[in-house]
């Protein structure tokens, strides 16, 4: 009895290409998962970026408030308006906002008024950002008193990020002798 044995080599590649294809297309598979979560968690970084850079366009924009609305007290002041009359301007007829709580502000921001108070310094854009400044009496007067007796305000500025996009309060005592 005789056996035939073949010898031919492309016989035994043919018999595993189906396993090659297969490996190729879970490669390609594995790749493409890969890349696809790679994306997502770039765009992720890209939104994190932004809203970071947002809140701290937002921060600057209510500390160059903060600035604007000093010089313009020093102006006053130096034109002889005292505090008590800034103070009555800001009440608008009602009390002052109290300025120890950011919820008394409801929801006021550096471009949006919802106070009755008037702005010290009502919204003013700064590149893409903009801010707004209220003017309160210190807490030995009283916050929501419009009667200054020691020449000493407070300040709170408020900042908004460009489209309105990350927020930032930065408050300020005034005092001059």
Not at 62 to 81: D, S
Not at 143 to 172: E, H, K, R, W
Request: charged share 15%.
């Amino acid at each position: 009895m005789t056996q035939t044995i073949s010898m031919n080599p492309l016989r035994r590649v043919r018999d595993q290409s189906g396993m090659a294809f297969a490996l190729a297309l879970f490669a390609m598979l594995m790749l493409t998962l890969i890349g696809y979560g790679l994306a997502v968690s770039s765009q992720g970084a890209i939104r994190v970026g932004t809203g970071f850079k947002s809140q701290k366009l937002a921060f600057e924009a209510a500390e160059g408030g903060l600035e604007y609305a000093r010089e313009r007290l020093r102006t006053q002041r130096a034109a002889k308006v005292t505090f008590g009359t800034m103070l009555d301007a800001a009440r608008n007829g009602g009390a002052l906002v109290e300025s120890t709580s950011i919820d008394d502000f409801l929801g006021s921001n550096g471009v949006v008024n919802r106070t009755a108070n008037l702005p010290f310094v009502g919204s003013v854009g700064l590149g893409a950002s903009a801010f707004q400044v209220f003017l309160t009496n210190d807490p030995a007067d009283g916050i929501s008193s419009g009667v200054d007796t020691n020449s000493t305000v407070t300040l709170t500025s408020f900042g908004s990020g460009p489209n309105a996009v990350g927020y930032s309060v930065v408050q300020a005592e005034v005092r001059t002798a």
